[in-house]
């Protein structure tokens, strides 16, 4: 920290100062550091206590700046001063039994806790100490009966247990302010069982996208991703031609700019020419989302130079892609993509070229003013970025997550497609088909993802150098979405009046006895239970439940899955692929040239797909008649 005696820091450093401002005096309270910058090895103070606004630097680069601050003049009058001693226990401590939190979770309470508050000032409540566990449930049931200022729903669960957390951490936090609640807000009860949501599954409601809409995004992303050089060459050149015009008019550019473009085959004009600039990153950024299932912030944090390449000992060359994630604390992790991603990053180095340029010409320009300006430090979190684009003040930043919608959205109806589309879903998506690739019946997915390996769990683990930091929730998401999966699997086998294959049957059997039923409490206890129970996965053409893959059912000798084995289950879905089996086999037996052998092996496969077909309850003679 810098050591300027004008300046100098009340407390030796942050570390140093009290937990709470209880039995400060006003100019001490007032000096204490909320907020700082290292900049060129240097400490800067960013906001102290006095200030009524306190700006964060931990938040995310794809955070819009307005964000990144907390105005206390928003509250009101009554409770600015106990509201200011609360938030800066929370920065100092955090919550009791947790840790200190980072600016978004900080400012989330602030904005929460000043729901609360606003509430308290319309029943002419100015002071913590005059809240009662009446006041609490009323305002709990207020919060129920609110409705989204844009659908005219109610508030999800997991808002409603959002807002009044903050009315609990309001509660904790103000024990150690001059201005306590005196009781709990509901002594008997929680924030999550007023909202309802004790015993809930809150899965992930994130739509997912699906497959033809995917595909088509997918394809036009990547087909402008070919065609970026010739983009980006025009652009170069436009850039060149401007630097070389001595007339200046802006009109007389535009048309200049438009003849140039013309000249070199571009016909749709210079707006349109911007706009494929953004289309373009656009589709990077699909691509990259889509590839490697990162989030947001993770994407908007990728810098030059974050692809690397690992070699195994048999040659095969694996892509690495490397970037913060703000989720946890480890920091840098690596996302294995395949070979277009590696494109879409070089195509996105060169896009941000430019833009990277005029952060560093921002840069230059404030050191000469004032090197010591805090202003540097937030500019410099952006100078190596690549998705970057212009903000509303004319500064070149990295893209805001609230401007990626409309980027998304756009690219989608250009498509000619009808889907919202919106950053996160493209995790999901990814988590999707790579818990289908697992399951066994996505094999197509290599289409999508060139060189993507189906054993990509494997591939991290083989890794040493660039695989020691995973996105392990990453997995996890995926392991959630194959849970869904095999229960929607198990769900179908119930629903069925038939099933083929030795498991198969044996399930409609067990099924059939009431008894076996009645020792679970509900049917989705049923399902999860034999889900969780069993290693299914698709073949293709039967699902198996074998704990191994070694079975020749699998891949040699694919009709043994209806020969009565005891680990398969065929459905009616995998009807068509028996009745063209049996059809084909059929004509089959007609060739002269197939040898007693080959009439011997059409004659079994024959019995063994008429079989189930007969399990299923259809007769196949009707099919070939």
Not at 155 to 177: F, K, P, W
Request: hydrophobic share 35%; proline share 4%.
């Amino acid at each position: 920290m810098r050591d300027h005696k004008p300046d100098m820091l009340f407390f030796e450093s942050f570390a140093d100062q009290p937990a709470d401002i209880k039995g400060l005096i006003e100019s001490e309270r007032d000096r204490l550091i909320i907020t700082t910058m290292q900049l060129d090895g240097n400490w800067t103070v960013t906001s102290r206590y006095g200030d009524d606004t306190w700006e964060f630097s931990d938040f995310t680069t794809n955070a819009p700046h307005s964000s990144k601050k907390i105005n206390f003049m928003k509250f009101p009058p009554a409770f600015r001063s106990v509201m200011k001693a609360m938030v800066y226990r929370l920065i100092m401590r955090g919550r009791n039994g947790c840790v200190r939190p980072k600016g978004p979770t900080v400012r989330l309470f602030f904005l929460n806790a000043g729901l609360f508050l606003r509430y308290l000032q319309s029943l002419s409540i100015e002071s913590l100490g005059k809240i009662s566990p009446m006041i609490c449930a009323n305002y709990a049931k207020s919060c129920k009966d609110r409705r989204h200022h844009q659908t005219g729903k109610p508030l999800s669960v997991a808002r409603l247990i959002a807002l009044l957390i903050s009315v609990e951490e309001i509660y904790e936090l103000s024990q150690y302010t001059n201005d306590p609640m005196p009781q709990h807000p509901w002594p008997e009860s929680s924030a999550r069982c007023l909202a309802g949501g004790i015993g809930m599954d809150f899965k992930s409601k994130t739509p997912l996208i699906p497959d033809d809409v995917f595909c088509s995004l997918f394809k036009q992303a990547s087909l402008e991703i070919e065609n970026a050089k010739q983009i980006l060459d025009l652009r170069d050149e436009l850039y060149a031609f401007e630097d070389n015009q001595v007339d200046c008019i802006p009109s007389s550019e535009c048309l200049a700019k438009n003849r140039h473009l013309k000249s070199r085959g571009w016909e749709l004009g210079l707006r349109e020419f911007y706009k494929s600039l953004i289309s373009l990153r656009t589709a990077c950024y699909i691509v990259l989302a889509s590839t490697s299932g990162c989030r947001n912030h993770e994407l908007t944090n990728l810098q030059i130079g974050s692809h690397h390449r690992s070699e195994d000992n048999e040659g095969n060359i694996y892509h690495w892609m490397r970037s913060k994630s703000e989720k946890t604390d480890e920091g840098m992790h690596s996302w294995m993509i395949p070979e277009a991603a590696v494109r879409a990053l070089r195509v996105m180095e060169r896009w941000s070229d430019p833009y990277r340029a005029a952060i560093a010409d921002e840069i230059a320009h404030l050191r000469r003013y004032n090197p010591h300006d805090p202003n540097i430090g937030e500019v410099l979190k952006h100078r190596n970025a690549l998705f970057l684009g212009l903000n509303k003040f004319g500064k070149v930043r990295t893209v805001t997550r609230s401007n990626w919608p409309k980027a998304l959205n756009n690219f989608t109806k250009n498509c000619g497609l009808n889907w919202k589309l919106a950053t996160h879903q493209f995790r999901r998506k990814f988590a999707n088909y790579a818990a289908h690739s697992r399951f066994g019946d996505l094999r197509y997915l290599r289409e999508h993802f060139a060189h993507w390996s189906l054993d990509m769990t494997l591939r991290y683990a083989m890794d040493d150098s660039w695989g020691q930091h995973l996105d392990l929730d990453l997995y996890l998401e995926i392991q959630g979405e194959l849970e869904d999966i095999k229960f929607e699997t198990v769900d179908s086998w119930m629903e069925s009046k038939s099933l083929a294959g030795g498991y198969g049957t044996a399930i409609k059997k067990w099924q059939r006895n009431p008894q076996n039923l009645l020792i679970f409490p509900n049917h989705a206890a049923m399902l999860k239970s034999i889900a969780e129970s069993t290693s299914i996965r698709s073949n293709g053409h039967a699902w198996c439940t074998a704990d191994n893959d070694r079975c020749v059912g699998n891949t040699l000798e694919r009709t043994r899955c209806g020969a009565g084995c005891n680990q398969a289950v065929i459905g009616p879905s995998h009807a068509p692929i028996y009745q063209r089996l049996y059809k084909d086999l059929k004509e089959l037996r007609d060739c002269a040239d197939i040898g007693e052998a080959g009439r011997q092996r059409v004659d079994r496969d024959l019995d063994r797909s008429r079989e189930v077909l007969r399990q299923l309850g259809i007769d196949p003679e009707e099919i070939i008649a």
